[in-house]
């Protein structure tokens, strides 16, 4: 069972910056597809930024030119590395692992950016 664990959240000035890690357990972390989503209060989950298998990237429209999602195969983790962030950035983070039948998501971390 792969088990994914959030770190990096916290609570930063707009114009500030956060970096994320998800650390996953297992052996299938580099074949499989990992992904950043969020959800503010009242709202749905959206994607915020997913790397493929390849390791191609795709981000939503909101965040391009601010977030950038990485991997390191050698320590399993995933980051996201989040600039010039805004109020409207805030929201838990979670992580998710997608492999064949595989779908995993982290415990979530939260992240507030004041105004």
């Known amino acids: 069972q792969v088990q994914l664990v959030e770190s990096g959240g916290g609570l930063v000035q707009a114009g500030g910056s956060l970096r994320l890690s998800c650390a996953a357990s297992?052996?299938?972390?580099?074949?499989?597809?990992m992904g950043w989503y969020r959800q503010a209060p009242g709202k749905q989950r959206e994607l915020v930024a997913r790397?493929?298998?390849?390791?191609?990237?795709d981000y939503a429209d909101s965040v391009k030119g601010r977030f950038t999602i990485s991997t390191d195969n050698a320590k399993n983790t995933v980051y996201l590395q989040m600039n010039s962030l805004k109020p409207e950035d805030t929201g838990v983070y979670f992580c998710?692992?997608?492999?064949?039948?595989?779908?995993?998501w982290g415990q979530g971390t939260q992240v507030t950016v004041s105004s």
């Open positions: 998710n692992l997608y492999y064949g039948s595989i779908n995993n």
């Open positions: 297992g052996v299938i972390f580099r074949f499989a597809s």
């Open positions: 790397i493929s298998s390849g390791r191609s990237t």
